[in-house]
């Protein structure tokens, strides 16, 4: 390749610069001279229905060219397809223009930068009713580029582009071609180009290479020899002869010849000479085996000879490919030239999915070593081209801070190393704490001198190191601690069961401290201020460890034997009889004769009453209610009990009511209502003489007022009957009647 001629081995930026100025210089160097005027067109029609036709012309034009440019308005002529009689001449404005690219069809293949094609569309849309011989639409411009190869005098012949619509159809359209052909074909390389239609009505189709039309010319005063005949002249038309040896069948000279594929409509061949060329293709509609129609596309090609100017070239976003660490992510980038498709192989032996058709890929590095990065560019294309870049893959370091030493703030002395991987080269720096703390702040090398902190406190340890591409910073954190210590001693604890003690050893230090209790019962603790429940009497023993979290102190044990006395509570005891009774027999016996006492105490009978060392003894109590009788006892060793038992005293069922009562508001005997004593629960009725509910309440407060439920209308002057439903305090039930006079 003509790269290795120039700049032999890898390829820097600044040759790559050159080598892209000259390959420009040698493509322009090597391409035709400017071309003029028109390049070609096409004319297709697509029925929309109820004999409704879009008629499409194209029309192609060498956008260099200072020459006729594209006209605003085409004539397009519609023909009986018999007579050639005149039916219709449109005036069709031009649409947009849009540029033809100057591509090969090859991506190897670099077309010259100055050919430049154009066309424009002119679309417009004509009823034609059927007809018996059928229509002939055309197209006429003036004039063709004077520099065409293989025509004679080419300026001197114009274009016709033409199709039919057949005889007595009904709503036919022509075959739509597919895509538009490249602009520029390679001498020299074997070409094999669609020039491919797609008919709407599923007909049959044949490829051929066909005449070119005449039309037009290069008169004056209008007519059909002026370069825009208005309108278009009429069939039969003009054939342009071939400047010999080309022919309509082989109009561009080739080994083998250029020809057209009849059932694929592929140009196949390979041209031998560079030049201009024009020629015509048509596609035939077929049905049935009847000929419809056929549509001609006059065209023009650039043959020349291509320049392969393709490179690979391999960026990555990486300081040094030579000094990576394991695990890097490393993203690619392809700054090839005028390549399409690319493959990487990122050269891990161990994987087989190191590939990548990315243009852009991203590649992870797992592992230690050296990788050959290969870039293909254009891969299976004789003008493929290849670069390649070592990367170099180092171990990680895994650092780690080593120390001995110490954590008491009188015996300190750290000693520390690193840990991990590296090179002999690497960088290794210390940093102990901010400055001051320490009797060394930082150090560069392996081991650092002796390290003492001024005071008790936490401190953190950097270390870094950086080995060939890998680098790492670990942190520690190194804690000084002061000796603790036990203040507390635990002796002539007393106390009656249960007896709870909240035990404090008035610890101290500069570190979490951890302690176990054995409070002699059974029990332990964790805490460091436990709170402990004795629930036996008698004599125990507390003993008490405590250590540290770093290690600063072995740990401590200490045993206080006899620390804790735990005295007996008195009993209380004893029995009430009975313990429910009423005031009719309010009298209760106390008995607490069944024990043996050593020990003060006295009865609260709950009515103020007392009675001192008496065990067996018989109260009256004066009212009604609940009372709790209470044994407080206290034993030799000033421990106190007290025992509770409640008593109720009930009151006596009474009833009493009135005779009559009258009801006019003088405020003497206005209501009735019977009196109750000793009851759980009341209920009143009061019916007349019919039965009849007048008042009715489960208040024992409430009073009839002699109004019907106490809201109605007067009760009139009667003898009413009432009826008492009582439930007593010993939860009896008792009912009671009785009549009451109301008067008036």
């Not at 499409?56 to 085409?74: E, I, P």
């Not at 004539?75 to 018999?82: K, M, N, P, T």
């Not at 009865?603 to 003894?617: E, R």
């Given at each position: 390749m003509i790269w290795d001629l120039f700049f032999p081995g890898r390829r820097s930026a600044l040759a790559k610069h050159l080598y892209r100025w000259l390959m420009a210089v040698l493509l322009v160097a090597g391409s035709t001279a400017q071309a003029a005027h028109l390049v070609g067109g096409e004319l297709t029609y697509t029925c929309s229905g109820n004999n409704v036709y879009q008629?499409?012309?194209?029309?192609?034009?060498?956008?260099?060219?200072?020459?006729?440019?594209?006209?605003?308005?085409?004539?397009?002529?519609?023909?009986?397809?018999?007579?050639g009689q005149l039916l219709y001449n449109l005036q069709v404005n031009k649409g947009p223009t849009y540029p033809l690219p100057a591509n090969t069809g090859n991506p190897c293949l670099q077309a010259p930068p100055n050919i430049c094609t154009e066309y424009a569309n002119y679309v417009t849309v004509q009823s034609l009713p059927a007809r018996a011989s059928g229509y002939v639409i055309s197209y006429q411009r003036c004039c063709r580029n004077a520099t065409i190869t293989n025509l004679n005098n080419p300026d001197d012949w114009g274009m016709t582009i033409?199709?039919?619509?057949?005889?007595?159809?009904?709503?036919?359209?022509?075959?739509?071609?597919?895509?538009?052909?490249?602009?520029?074909?390679?001498?020299?390389?074997?070409?094999?180009?669609?020039?491919?239609?797609?008919?709407?009505?599923?007909?049959?189709?044949?490829?051929?290479?066909?005449?070119?039309?005449?039309?037009?010319?290069?008169?004056?005063?209008?007519?059909?020899?002026?370069?825009?005949?208005?309108?278009?002249?009429?069939?039969?038309y003009t054939t342009i002869p071939y400047k010999a040896p080309n022919t309509t069948v082989n109009p561009i000279p080739g080994n083998p010849p250029l020809a057209m594929n009849p059932a694929t409509g592929h140009l196949q061949g390979k041209i031998t000479v560079t030049g201009q060329y024009v020629m015509a293709m048509c596609v035939e509609e077929w049905r049935n085996g009847v000929l419809l129609n056929t549509i001609r596309r006059d065209y023009q090609f650039n043959v020349t000879t291509c320049q392969a100017a393709i490179w690979a070239d391999i960026i990555s976003e990486v300081d040094d490919p030579t000094q990576l660490c394991i695990g890097t992510t490393v993203p690619f980038q392809e700054d090839s030239y005028n390549a399409t498709f690319f493959h990487w192989d990122f050269g891990d032996p161990n994987s087989t999915t190191d590939t990548s058709n990315l243009p852009n890929p991203v590649f992870t590095f797992n592992d230690t070593g050296v990788y050959l990065v290969t870039l293909i560019a254009n891969p299976g294309w004789p003008c493929a081209d290849t670069d390649q870049v070592e990367f170099h893959i180092y171990p990680p370091i895994n650092a780690g801070i080593n120390w001995v030493g110490g954590v008491c703030a009188d015996e300190q002395n750290f000693q520390f190393s690193p840990s991990g991987f590296w090179y002999p080269d690497a960088t290794i720096e210390w940093t102990f704490g901010s400055p001051g703390d320490a009797n060394v702040h930082t150090f560069s090398g392996e081991i650092p001198p002796p390290v003492t902190f001024v005071q008790p406190g936490a401190y953190p340890v950097q270390l870094y190191i950086k080995s060939k591409a890998c680098e790492e910073t670990v942190i520690d954190t190194i804690r000084v601690y002061q000796r603790p210590r036990i203040d507390a001693t635990f002796a002539g604890i007393v106390g009656c069961e249960p007896y709870t003690h909240q035990f404090d050893p008035l610890s101290s230090a500069s570190t979490p401290l951890y302690y176990l209790w054995d409070f002699g019962d059974g029990d332990t603790s964790h805490q460091a201020m436990p709170s402990h429940t004795y629930t036996n009497a008698g004599l125990y023993d507390v003993k008490l460890w405590m250590w540290t979290d770093e290690g600063c102190i072995d740990t401590i044990f200490v045993s206080y034997p006899d620390a804790v006395l735990v005295n007996p509570r008195p009993s209380s005891t004893f029995t009430v009889s009975?313990?429910?009774?009423?005031?009719?027999?309010?009298?209760?016996?106390?008995?607490?004769?069944?024990?043996?006492?050593?020990?003060?105490?006295?009865?609260?009978?709950?009515?103020?009453?007392?009675?001192?060392?008496?065990?067996?003894?018989?109260?009256?109590?004066?009212?009604?209610?609940?009372?709790?009788?209470?044994?407080?006892?206290?034993?030799?060793?000033?421990?106190?009990?007290?025992?509770?038992?409640?008593?109720?005293?009930?009151?006596?069922?009474?009833?009493?009511?009135?005779s009559a009562f009258t009801p006019n508001g003088d405020g003497q005997n206005d209501s009735f209502r019977p009196f109750v004593t000793g009851f759980n629960e009341y209920r009143l009725v009061i019916t007349n003489r019919w039965g009849q509910v007048v008042f009715e309440s489960s208040d024992a407060h409430e009073e009839w007022n002699g109004q019907i439920l106490n809201t109605g209308a007067e009760s009139p002057q009667d003898v009413y009957a009432w009826h008492l439903f009582i439930v007593d305090f010993g939860d009896s039930p008792v009912e009671y009647t009785g009549t009451v006079l109301l008067y008036r």
């Open positions: 008629i499409k012309l194209v029309v192609y034009r060498d956008c260099n060219s200072t020459g006729a440019q594209l006209d605003q308005t085409a004539s397009i002529g519609i023909y009986d397809g018999l007579s033409t199709t039919r619509i057949p005889p007595n159809d009904t709503c036919n359209s022509s075959p739509q071609w597919d895509s538009t052909p490249p602009i520029v074909l390679c001498s020299q390389e074997f070409l094999n180009i669609p020039v491919t239609c797609t008919d709407p009505d599923g007909d049959s189709l044949y490829y051929e290479l066909c005449s070119l039309y005449h039309g037009g010319g290069k008169g004056q005063g209008g007519g059909f020899n002026t370069p825009q005949p208005n309108p278009p002249a009429p069939p039969p009975p313990p429910v009774t009423s005031i009719y027999t309010p009298v209760v016996t106390v008995d607490a004769s069944g024990f043996l006492f050593n020990e003060q105490y006295f009865f609260d009978m709950g009515d103020s009453t007392l009675y001192t060392q008496t065990a067996f003894f018989a109260h009256q109590y004066q009212d009604t209610g609940n009372f709790e009788v209470k044994r407080i006892a206290v034993n030799q060793y000033g421990c106190w009990d007290t025992l509770g038992i409640w008593v109720r005293i009930n009151p006596v069922l009474n009833i009493w009511t009135p």
